[in-house]
């Protein structure tokens, strides 16, 4: 009874909070999950090209051997490996080469070096007589951090890679060629 009483004796001693109290929440910074991979990715299409038919497939798949990419929580994601296969006509391969990051080094700053995945590598057309191919390589789940590639394949099956500074928005792509692989 005494320790009752004593308990309600001090519950009357407190001080009352005002309605000028201000309360502040405190936010957790989100702590980093297991490493986050982007689902497989099949593009398959039959273009005309050379006075044939042509297959291009197009397939993204995470790969775990891969360096993985952290962002500024330190959450990992898995770098992506993109292969590329046209078919001729009679089924025979003409093309056939599978794509990193590294491989699209040479046209990415530092930044996306280091924190980018290539993200994706889609079909667009054939001009010109090339096969011609936009990829990006982005900052992970990021809709708009990303830096635009073109990449055609020639028809004796060379590579030519360059960073696309227009992207194309006005209709027109005015560039020039850069290095091939």
Known sequence: ????????GLGACKEKKTTDDIIVSRQETPKPQAPIRMQ????ATDVDWKGAKYHVEIVRTPVDSLPMVK????????????????TRPDSTVFFRKSFSKSS???????DYRKTGILEA????????????FAVSVAHPQSEDEFI????????DGSVTIKRD????TFGNDQDSEDDGV
């Open 40 to 43: 497989e990715y099949r593009q």
């Open 104 to 110: 699209f080094a040479p046209y990415l700053d530092d």
């Open 148 to 155: 635009p590639l073109t990449m055609k394949v020639e028809q």
């Open 165 to 168: 500074e227009n992207m194309d």
């Open 1 to 8: 009874m005494i320790a009752l009483a004593c308990l309600l």
């Open 71 to 86: 962002d500024e929580i330190g959450q990992q994601y898995i770098d992506n490996r993109i292969l590329v296969v046209v």
């Open 121 to 132: 590598m889609i079909f667009e057309q054939v001009a010109d007589g090339r096969l011609e």
